[in-house]
């Protein structure tokens, strides 16, 4: 798919070429200042489109490799962009569309916010596009609530009625649980699975500026989000929509244990640690960010030893207890996402995705 030049090939062909990509370090870092957030791993783009993380330094050569190869007749390297960096603080939003319809509700939000002086910078890609605002460096959870809040006051909604996701914000977390977080498509990058590198464009359309070298200088120093509109927007009392439940993963099923309660065969089928761990980020010490109240301390544990969960917040489950059993710990999920977290309905799910 992609050309492999000789040495001799390649030396005429880089003289044809250095021209047109017009890079210096100064204007790659300024780039990679711009987007990237860790440099200890980053994400790679293979060439069905998926990501694999590359578990080494993040370098310069890299983002230069990202911005050149394919046009200096190299197979792309295409690399990803954390959103969070190590302590959980991130220095822009990236909302994403994923179908036109919602990328002209992105647009109108771009409008919207220009309009009041704030600057956007639009990004299409292969079936939708990217909305970016560059702001101070700010906590995960500041601006995914000024984010939310947004969208929320533009009335684009966030879920469908079918309870997916219609338009994705990164960074998608709050605070960092064990992995790097999620990440975007670093731009300006080829797109391994249709080949295309998708340029900013303004509100009319059209690129932002004539060259990768002009975009880059644009990119390099973005207008950034004011400290005061930030404020402003976070200050506003606005119902946030509450995200779905999760799907259920597929748990190995167990066969219950005959001659005993349903309600003690599903405590037997997984460890507590084994089945909260699949709804909640813990550490080594089993603590973790409580699902249950807008947590910042990791006020959530699981003791592995006694088999049971533990809000040390006052988090409290249907019968007035602190924490308890996987079936507590499911009833209060219930609850908390607005199903049915009676004792009937919850045993009944469960038993579905713990026993044959």
């Not at 987007?35 to 694999?52: A, H, K, M």
């Not at 190869?69 to 295409?78: E, I, M, Q």
């Not at 390099?220 to 200050?235: H, K, M, N």
């Not at 699949?278 to 003791?303: I, M, T, W």
Request: glycine share 6%; net charge positive; proline share 6%.
């Amino acid at each position: 798919m992609y050309s492999v030049f000789s040495t001799a090939a390649y030396t005429t062909h880089v003289s044809e070429r250095l021209r047109s990509a017009e890079l210096d370090p100064n204007l790659t870092r300024a780039f990679a200042e711009t987007f990237i957030s860790r440099w200890d791993c980053y994400p790679l783009q293979v060439e069905n489109g998926t990501y694999t993380q590359v578990r080494e330094k993040l370098t310069l050569t890299h983002i230069f490799k990202h911005l050149t190869n394919a046009r200096l007749g190299y197979k792309p390297f295409t690399i990803g962009a954390y959103a969070l960096n190590e302590q959980s603080q991130a220095k822009w939003v990236c909302f994403d569309a994923d179908a036109l319809h919602q990328w002209a509700e992105l647009w109108r939000l771009a409008w919207s916010l220009q309009e009041v002086g704030v600057p956007t910078y639009l990004e299409p890609s292969r079936r939708g596009g990217h909305l970016w605002l560059f702001t101070p460096l700010l906590s995960g959870t500041e601006i995914r609530q000024f984010s939310r809040k947004l969208l929320v006051m533009e009335k684009i909604a966030e879920y469908g009625d079918d309870k997916k996701r219609r338009i994705e914000i990164y960074p998608k977390q709050d605070v960092l649980g064990e992995g790097a977080g999620s990440f975007v498509r670093l731009p300006l990058g080829v797109h391994m699975k249709t080949g295309q590198v998708y340029h900013f464009v303004d509100l009319d359309g059209k690129p932002i500026a004539p060259s990768v070298r002009e975009q880059l200088k644009v990119l390099g120093q973005p207008s950034r989000v004011s400290s005061d509109f930030i404020a402003t927007i976070l200050a506003q009392e606005l119902e946030l929509p509450t995200p779905p439940p999760k799907p259920s993963p597929k748990f190995k099923k167990r066969k219950p244990r005959h001659n005993e309660p349903l309600s003690e065969s599903l405590k037997h089928a997984i460890s507590v640690h084994d089945f909260v761990s699949r709804y909640v980020a813990l550490n080594e010490q089993g603590r973790g960010l409580c699902p249950f109240h807008d947590d910042h301390e990791k006020s959530f544990a699981v003791n592995k030893q006694r088999n049971y969960w533990h809000c040390f917040a006052g988090c409290l489950t249907t019968d007035g207890n602190k924490g308890g059993s996987i079936i507590d710990f499911w009833m209060k999920w219930r609850e908390t996402h607005g199903q049915d977290g009676s004792f009937t309905e919850t045993v009944k799910e469960l038993r579905e995705m713990l026993l044959s």
